[in-house]
């Protein structure tokens, strides 16, 4: 019985972190989520590759092409008048490389609900 109760906590717990997420999202960022929905990203997280998403200035997403020879993709979510909302994918290998890589890009990643 005090496992289950244990495991009951621990659900209620991650539900209200999850509410408490979505909560301070801003409006933009729940219209990416949405879009970012139709993508079945609970098989990339189990193999080589790892993706992130989040948002960046659009004048650091125009630059993104120029970047065609390095080892990740992405795809636009979402855009207004200021910033972009992306998933990137790479491999887990060169995951530390491309955090830093599009931090110096101003692109502030969004922890997914």
């Known amino acids: 019985m005090k496992k289950i109760l244990q495991q009951a906590e621990a659900v209620c717990d991650k539900n209200v972190a999850i509410a408490t997420t979505i909560s301070t999202l801003h409006k933009d960022d729940k219209i990416a989520l949405e879009n970012l929905q139709s993508y079945p990203l609970d098989e990339l997280d189990e193999g080589f590759i790892t993706f992130k998403f989040g948002r960046m200035p659009l004048n650091s997403f125009q630059k993104l092409t120029l970047y065609h020879s390095e080892e990740f993709v992405f795809t636009e979510l979402h855009r207004n008048k200021h910033n972009a909302w992306i ?27």
């Open 87 to 113: 998933i990137y994918v790479c491999l887990k290998s060169k995951e530390e490389h491309f955090a830093e890589f599009f931090e110096s890009m101003y692109f502030e990643p969004i922890t997914i609900p």
